[in-house]
């Protein structure tokens, strides 16, 4: 079975700072990874996924990510935040040929001014 | 285009009642899913279901029963409440059976008092 571990519950940074929040995963099967972000009071969107080709996966939105196989990583970098980018940021990984998408349990990042 | 709707929003049951949440999404997604979210434990599937007339479990689906007998409609219902019970539900539908994208419906508040 797949699992998730989202280092950090809680990152704090203030505005126009780089941020990176830690993701590793456990399979033993190739996995397709995503992060998904929460705002409040609110249900969960897709922020990117890495389903294969480049290991660099980028957003919208500024966020990238990278799989790193080696290490069984996939962090979310930013390299300048906004106030708006205060949310709950979900950590998701889903083994090639399965139907369970398994969550880690969430970093909570907090953008100061 | 509503996306995945839930009904109730928020609920309060005493312990030892039944219910039923409601999700319906209008997207004619194969797959969809519950998950119920609890602080410091991100979101944890409880059933899940590729198609009409299929369903299987998820990581915790002890005291949780779901049926699919159409597309659109995913319902899970709540056997005899306890306080553990007491989480935020959130319903998830993909395309395809290997739910690459999942959208998620805004969340069912639940408290079992």
């Known amino acids: 079975a797949q699992s998730v571990t989202q280092l950090d519950s809680q990152v704090p940074v203030f505005e126009e700072a780089p941020v990176e929040l830690r993701c590793n995963y456990s399979?033993?099967?190739?996995?397709?990874l995503f992060w998904y972000v929460q705002y409040p009071n609110q249900g969960l969107q897709l922020l990117l996924k890495?389903?294969?080709?480049?290991?660099l996966v980028e957003s919208i939105n500024g966020f990238e990510a990278e799989f790193n196989k080696s290490q069984t990583s996939f962090h979310l970098r930013k390299p300048s935040v906004h106030i708006s980018d205060t949310a709950e940021y979900f950590c998701?990984?889903?083994?090639?040929?399965?139907?369970?998408?398994?969550f880690g349990a969430g970093t909570r990042l907090f953008v100061k001014a | 285009n509503a996306g995945v709707t839930q009904t109730p929003k928020f609920q309060v049951l005493k312990t030892g009642q039944s219910m039923t949440l409601q999700c319906a999404q209008d997207?004619?997604?194969?797959?969809m899913s519950w998950y119920r979210q609890d602080p410091g434990m991100g979101l944890r599937l409880i059933h899940y279901?590729?198609?009409?007339?299929?369903?299987d479990q998820g990581e915790v689906p002890n005291g949780y029963n779901v049926s699919r007998s159409t597309t659109e409609d995913f319902p899970l219902r709540l056997l005899s409440a306890a306080p553990s019970r007491t989480s935020v539900y959130f319903c998830?539908?993909?395309?395809?059976?290997?739910?690459?994208?999942?959208?998620f419906g805004s969340g069912t508040q639940l408290s079992v008092l």
């Open positions: 998701a990984v889903l083994n090639t040929g399965g139907f369970k998408t398994i």
């Open positions: 998830a539908s993909s395309y395809r059976q290997v739910n690459e994208k999942l959208f």
């Open positions: 399979s033993s099967v190739s996995v397709y």
């Open positions: 890495y389903l294969s080709g480049s290991t």
């Open positions: 279901s590729v198609g009409a007339g299929i369903t």
């Open positions: 997207m004619n997604h194969e797959y």
